[in-house]
């Protein structure tokens, strides 16, 4: 059954507050949105709703780091990559403070809020921030993990998090690791690295549906954006004669650009074919239309796949 990926984040923050004092949340009008009203119940004098002024949210979060609390910033992914850029940026990464920032809706999932709330750049600007952690869990499960790894960990960083239901892709034991991705489909002919929930799902649908043509695709959660899992992608590219890049963002500056960089510090010669958004801007739709209008659902991997 699909659980909500934005509850199983609040949940992991609830339970990270339980044993951790410097544990706060921080909104910007969008506390139902991002499922944080369950933490403020539980803490609300850890709970600080700034209203819509996103770049105050994160220099104060940068504060609060300074101070020795360790600050989750969630807003809309198209806000936090833009409108709070330069906080983030300057008083956070480049003063190596620890703040948590969470972007939301990423890509085609922000359906009916439409271009101006569709963030496909956001992987690519976060990217070019020295020393930044960017992570995007693939289900409920992942996206309580990562959301304690963030805890954990010291210094800023970027969760990519699609806020509403999605099917369980792994056990409740699963572990995971910052920089590591993992194999949730075996195959030899085709390897698809995926980034993100929606579209590691449509990956699987294909990957299944094609088995039973006798085609044997690899899917890849890719997990963490940055560090990428160097290892494991050199180890598909020798495996696997084909691989496709399929991310819900421009493909310009984002996972593509990333493996070809890894592809090319090693001198591995391999065709790659790059699915996601293409110089484009978002529009209004149902996700299932958006996902077919930039070809990122199920049959439009099944076809690039048979065209190959």
Known sequence: MAKEMRQAYANALIEEARVNDKIVVLEADLMSATGTKTFKSEFPERTIDVGVAEANMVGM???????????????FG???ARRALDQFFISGAYAKANVKLVGT?????AAFNGGTHMPFEDTGIMKLIPNLTIVEPSDPVSAAAFTHL?????????MRLHRK?????YSENETFEIGKSKIVRNGNDVCIFALGAVLVHEAIKAADELKKEG???RVVDVLTLKPLDKEMILKCAKECAYIITLENNQVSGGLYSSVLEIFNENHITKYVTAMGIHDEFGQVGTLDYLLKNYALDKDSIMEVIRNF
């Open 215 to 217: 085609i044997n695709v």
């Open 78 to 80: 198209t806000f936090a």
């Open 105 to 109: 809706d990423p890509g085609v999932t």
């Open 150 to 158: 963030l805890a954990k960990q010291y210094g800023c960083a970027y």
């Open 165 to 169: 239901g999605m099917d369980d892709i």
């Open 61 to 75: 979060a940068a504060g609060l780091s300074v101070a020795g609390y360790i600050p989750f910033a969630a807003t």
